[in-house]
């Protein structure tokens, strides 16, 4: 089995910042892309940034300069760096993987359980 865990959300006035954590665990052969979505309410989830196994990496317009995503390979852990938070960048946001797994001949996606990011003053 494998499992992609979150961390790292909360509340935090506009402005500030967090850093949010995804890690996967289980029976992981490989993983190629890694990457994180939101959904604010009401809205379609949408994602926010990618980053590759090379390190290669996509932001979403509105978030170049603000957020930075990275990975450490030791770890099947990726990271979102979010800076200048505004109530606008309020939702859940999801981590999401393709993993090749010990039960697949193939990479399939796999997602975590979201992670709550309120900006509010």
């Known amino acids: 089995q494998v499992q992609l865990v979150e961390s790292g959300g909360g509340l935090v006035q506009p402005g500030g910042s967090l850093r949010l954590s995804c890690a996967a665990s289980?029976?992981?052969?490989?993983?190629?892309?890694m990457r994180w979505y939101r959904q604010a309410p009401g809205k379609q989830r949408e994602m926010v940034a990618s980053?590759?196994?090379?390190?290669?990496?996509y932001y979403k317009d509105s978030m170049k300069g603000r957020f930075t995503i990275s990975r450490d390979t030791t770890k099947n852990t990726a990271y979102l760096q979010m800076n200048s938070l505004d109530p606008e960048d309020t939702a859940v946001y999801y981590c999401?993987?393709?993993?090749?797994?010990?039960?697949?001949?193939?990479?399939?996606?796999?997602w975590g359980q979201g992670t709550q990011v309120t900006v509010s003053s």
């Open positions: 980053i590759g196994i090379g390190g290669s990496t």
């Open positions: 289980g029976s992981i052969r490989a993983i190629s892309y």
């Open positions: 999401n993987a393709d993993i090749l797994d010990m039960s697949s001949p193939a990479y399939r996606p796999y």
